[in-house]
């Protein structure tokens, strides 16, 4: 069954403290994303991967880190220094030649 | 210029209703148009896609109108359901770089029995 998986569901962390979001994919897409969402507003780039090891920054990448070791993982580290994370992060990928991004099922971030 | 504005922010509609969202942009090098569903608590999925040298795309009850002159685009669902309800994103991608999404801010449908 082939997807994105992204976990947990819902996190919560104080704040303050570094939280690392998993988004793995099994559909051998070669680019990975990263979005945030807020209410009443679109998704927004954070940070993507057209191959593994190499990433390029989002339109609002600052307090963010990712990591692409393997071509089916892509992490996303929200870092203290993000000023107001709480929000809706989704994953997406898209396979090399095609315009359409898949996403996950996102993960609810909420720091207290 | 990277903009795409998106209207209305939400909408109620009747069971069997016409359900129409309106979206528009600046930049001309924009040359793909994705429409995506999302539920609550979901990822958005695509429903819907045109290129600008087509003038309407249907998908069953799913139509994209584009007036490419305008600058402008519109996604109708005819005999809309509840199960419809949703939000609806528009988007446009530029022919150099797929992985540049620019999304409205999306539409609120609410289709009422």
């Known amino acids: 069954d082939g997807g994105i998986t992204q976990s947990p569901k819902y996190l919560f962390r104080k704040e303050g403290q570094n939280v690392t979001l998993s988004c793995e994919q099994n559909?051998?897409?070669?680019?990975m994303y990263w979005y945030r969402q807020d209410p009443g507003q679109g998704l927004r780039l954070i940070y993507y991967s057209q191959i593994v090891n190499d990433f390029q920054k989002g339109d609002i990448a600052e307090g963010y880190s990712v990591s692409r070791e393997k071509k089916e993982s892509f992490p996303l580290t929200v870092t203290s220094a993000q000023k107001n994370p709480t929000a809706f992060y989704l994953c997406a990928s898209r396979v090399r030649g095609g315009n359409e991004q898949f996403f996950g099922p996102g993960t609810r971030l909420t720091v207290l | 210029q990277q903009q795409v504005k998106q209207s209305p922010q939400s909408l109620i509609v009747q069971k069997g209703g016409i359900s129409i969202i309106n979206c528009a942009y600046e930049n001309t090098a924009f040359d793909y148009f994705p429409w995506y569903q999302q539920f609550p608590g979901k990822g958005p999925a695509l429903l819907i896609a045109?290129?600008?040298?087509?003038s309407e795309k249907k998908e069953g009850r799913f139509t994209i109108s584009f007036n490419k002159s305008a600058k402008q685009f519109s996604l109708h669902i005819m005999d809309s359901q509840p199960g419809d309800s949703a939000t609806y994103f528009c988007?446009?991608?530029?022919?150099?770089?797929?992985?540049?999404?620019?999304f409205g801010p999306g539409t609120s449908l609410s289709v009422i029995p």
């Open positions: 988007a446009a991608t530029l022919k150099t770089s797929y992985d540049k999404v620019i």
């Open positions: 045109i290129r600008p040298d087509v």
């Open positions: 559909l051998n897409h070669d680019a």
